[in-house]
């Protein structure tokens, strides 16, 4: 019998395409090639031979190894397990890093933020404007 909290919910398997958006609840992996954008609750695990084009949006995040293009957000955890290539940018609570993991990208960690509403970006420091903008003639 099956551990209830192992089962998976849905497989993209080896040798399959997917392009589009994934919405998925419980647990998800990809073997396969998947271009387009991925919103969860849940775990998602990237398989050795998967590649994904895009951007990841879930709970916890696991690559096994498959190559990664895209900016991932995950609100609680991201496992990068050799030999994966991520190529974006990680924004999580806590990252697990294994030697031999490529990545190229920045990680931001602890500081979460509504999917909906990304942070501001920020502002150079010669930008002294309270709106934003410099060069901007005054609205008086």
Request: charged residues 30%; aromatic residues 6%; hydrophobic residues 35%.
């Amino acid at each position: 019998m099956q551990d209830q909290d192992a089962v998976i919910h849905a497989l993209l398997g080896a040798g399959t395409r997917y392009e589009g958006k994934l919405f998925f609840e419980g647990r998800a992996r990809i073997d396969g090639d998947f271009e387009g954008e991925v919103y969860s609750e849940g775990l998602l695990v990237i398989g050795e031979e998967a590649t994904i084009r895009g951007a990841i949006r879930v709970h916890t995040l696991i690559v096994r190894g498959g190559r990664v293009e895209g900016d991932i957000h995950a609100t609680e955890l991201v496992e990068l397990h050799a030999p994966a290539h991520v190529r974006g940018d990680i924004r999580t609570q806590a990252l697990f890093m294994d030697k031999g993991v490529l990545f190229d990208g920045s990680c931001v960690m602890g500081e979460i933020f509504d999917l909906e509403d990304p942070p501001a970006p920020p502002r150079s420091a010669e930008d002294t404007s309270p709106d934003g903008y410099k060069d901007q003639p005054s609205r008086t």
